[in-house]
């Protein structure tokens, strides 16, 4: 009750407020409170006591206020004070960012107008928006990183489609609780009879004969756990095909799956005797290095003789790595290799050298052989360190006269100069032969092979007269 005997609140009444104690309720009622005349000149100005960051604003008294607004914010400041001198009140806060020209940086401010004098004196309350604007910039990094990592997912989904599509292996991916596909590539729809569409997100224990969904589900896991998973037979319903599924299990973001890799079945047991278990330990522990490749020429394996031939520290990290990275001639070593070997099924004696990982090179022979799994050609290399045959013979070492007769016949009829002239160029004629008949008469090879340029080769095909007969 006031002295008067009436209520502080009635009728929408405030009880008189001494004018000792206005400005800190004004104050600590608003984060920046300021006074204004009609003309924009700064009266007063009354910092929040409890923000630090406002305190020492007593230099803006006296000053045009926009002297302290950004250059974007004054158009705004004089918009609303017009609006205010015409009708007497602002429709709407403004937000305005003040400026501080000696510390160099700024602040957003969201004024509501309050006319407080007949003499269009005009009180800016103002709430900090700062909190607000850190919030919209975490907001905005936040949908920013978002985004990104949408576009990163999209990116790697891509790629996965991309390689699913075009690897040549039948892959199915399925999920370990309910054993649906959820991803699968076009070798696999073709293997199982129906269309890739047809087959997503249905059971894989639907598709197959025999087997419920609880029994493969057992199947697919014990053999998933089991060393040398060489996977187990499934028939197809639809085509009676009889196929091997290898499971391999993972898990992605809590859920396991299963990648199953399916491969036709052959029905023959493999061969568990001695010639085999000798024929895998002679490959393992022979002392030449033997390297079996695809039929574009990657590296599928290799033994550790030809792991110390080119300094390599373990198998994997040869993989998919072409042969011609090891060769000195590199693909034009590679192709004479695979393409006599593809022509009469095998190539012996091929002399060349290996680079190895650091860049050491050694001589070697090379014997190649096509081999062929039922699905698709590959090749052995077997490699052989022909440093040793490099070495001079021994002193003394006798010489059959049978290698000795064609040159002893030409002592007496011609010069010492003339012989050597003479072996020479047979020696060279049949290099050159050789080269031709190894490289399916390419000219480009044969030089590279022979270490001539295209133009020298030519010179000497014309001089043994061996360019028409080539051509």
Request: net charge negative; with cysteine.
């Amino acid at each position: 009750m006031t002295s008067r005997g009436t209520k502080y609140w009635d009728s929408g009444a405030i009880p008189l407020i001494g004018p000792d104690i206005l400005g800190d309720i004004i104050g600590s009622l608003a984060d920046i409170a300021i006074v204004i005349s009609a003309t924009g000149k700064i009266l007063s100005v009354l910092p929040n006591p409890s923000r630090r960051a406002y305190a020492d604003l007593k230099n803006w008294d006296k000053r045009d206020v926009r002297e302290v607004l950004s250059a974007e914010s004054i158009p705004k400041f004089e918009r609303a004070l017009a609006e205010y001198l015409d009708a007497g009140a602002v429709s709407r806060a403004v937000e305005l960012n003040h400026y501080d020209n000696e510390r160099k940086w700024q602040f957003p401010i969201n004024y509501t107008f309050n006319k407080i004098g007949p003499d269009n004196t005009i009180l800016m309350l103002g709430r900090d928006m700062q909190p607000v604007a850190e919030l919209q910039q975490q907001l905005v990094k936040a949908q920013i990183a978002l985004e990104k990592d949408y576009e990163s997912h999209r990116e790697y989904d891509t790629r996965f489609q991309v390689l699913l599509g075009h690897t040549t292996d039948a892959i199915i991916f399925m999920s370990a609780s309910d054993g649906r596909i959820t991803e699968l590539n076009s070798a696999a729809a073709r293997l199982l009879g129906k269309k890739r569409d047809a087959l997503q997100n249905t059971s894989l224990a639907q598709e197959l004969k025999g087997l419920s969904r609880p029994d493969l589900m057992d199947r697919l896991f014990s053999t998933a756990q089991t060393d040398g998973n060489d996977g187990f037979e499934i028939e197809v319903a639809q085509s009676g095909d009889h196929l091997r599924i290898s499971p391999s299990l993972f898990r992605a973001a809590g859920e396991r799956m299963f990648l199953c890799r399916l491969t036709p079945f052959s029905g023959k047991p493999a061969r568990d005797d001695d010639y085999t278990r000798n024929l895998i330990a002679l490959c393992e522990n022979g002392s030449d290095g033997i390297v079996m490749t695809d039929g574009t020429g990657a590296i599928t394996s290799a033994n550790e003789a030809f792991l110390n031939l080119v300094d390599a520290t373990d198998g994997r990290s040869l993989r998919s790595r072409q042969m011609s990275d090891f060769l000195s001639r590199g693909n034009v070593d590679q192709k004479v290799l695979m393409d006599h070997a593809s022509r009469v099924g095998s190539m012996r004696l091929y002399t060349t050298r290996l680079i190895g990982e650091y860049g050491g090179q050694r001589p070697v022979t090379i014997s190649a052989t096509l081999l062929s799994n039922g699905h698709a050609p590959c090749f052995a290399f077997v490699f052989r360190d022909a440093q040793v045959s490099e070495t001079p013979l021994p002193a003394g070492l006798p010489t059959t006269d049978d290698d000795a007769r064609p040159i002893m016949e030409l002592v007496g009829s011609a010069t010492l100069k003339e012989i050597v002239s003479q072996t020479t160029d047979v020696v060279e004629k049949m290099c050159i032969e050789t080269a031709i008949q190894l490289t399916n008469n390419n000219r480009v090879a044969a030089a590279d092979m022979l270490g001539l340029s295209r133009q020298s080769l030519y010179v000497k095909l014309r001089k043994y007269g061996m360019l028409a007969k080539e051509s």
